[in-house]
């Protein structure tokens, strides 16, 4: 089974302008949730998707969206992008909701300037 | 709010001896708690999960304890090898969110 893959993995934008990043989960799973990488917070939890609804979000703010297509496949997009917003974004996947653990893609590395 | 500590940054142990790591977690009672392992430059790898009504759980040569009263987690790789060399996560969730703690760089040299 191929595994979670994301695009583009590498990303260089400009302070102001937005962003967006693409996940595929792996075959069959249905819940996607993205996640936020820095050096000085580590992991962050920003949203899950499950049958292309948001059933859970995170502490971020609205310029941090997403969606989820009937195949499953997620994008989430950033608006007004800042330089804080420099970070890895981890898209992961699992069979359902809570409880199930998770496969995570290689990440999108963001760099805002 | 709920707050997920591992013990230190980062832990440096000799090739064969058994590294152990601990997972805090305050403010909340998670059913279970998840282990992921994540190599620089790449996505977090699931290790182990262990649910509130489980002591102990072993997977070859990893072993995760759950002490719901200590509110604790401990996560012991035995024989451990230069290989295992990677940051290691705890993720006790809450309201079905994965709070990830900010890890432990587990060091094995030769």
């Not at chain 1, 917070?41 to 703010?61: M, V």
Request: with cysteine; charged share 20%; proline share 5%.
């Amino acid at each position: 089974k191929a595994g979670v893959t994301q695009t583009p993995r590498y990303l260089i934008k400009t302070r102001g302008q937005q962003v967006t990043l693409s996940c595929s989960p792996i075959s069959g799973h249905r819940s996607v949730s993205w996640y936020q990488q820095t050096p000085g917070q580590g992991l962050q939890f920003l949203f899950e998707y499950f049958s292309e609804t948001q059933r859970n979000k995170g502490n971020f703010p609205g310029r941090f969206s997403g969606r989820q297509f009937s195949n499953s496949r997620s994008e989430m997009n950033v608006s007004t992008l800042e330089l804080g917003d420099s970070a890895l974004y981890l898209c992961a996947s699992s069979v359902g909701q809570g409880g199930y653990e998770q496969y995570f893609g290689p990440g999108t590395r963001l760099t805002v300037t | 709010s709920q707050k997920i500590e591992q013990n230190s940054e980062a832990l440096n142990i000799q090739e064969g001896k058994t590294a152990t790591l601990t997972c805090n977690y305050t403010n909340y009672s998670p059913a279970y708690l998840q282990w992921y392992r994540q190599d620089p430059g790449r996505g977090p790898v699931f290790l182990l999960l262990i649910r509130e009504n489980e002591k102990e759980k072993r997977k070859e040569r990893l072993k995760v304890t759950f002490d719901t009263t200590l509110k604790q987690s401990l996560f012991h790789i035995t024989a451990s090898q230069p290989a295992d060399s990677a940051t290691y996560l705890c993720a006790p969730p809450r309201a079905d969110k994965l709070i990830f703690g900010t890890g432990t760089r587990l060091q094995v040299f030769p």
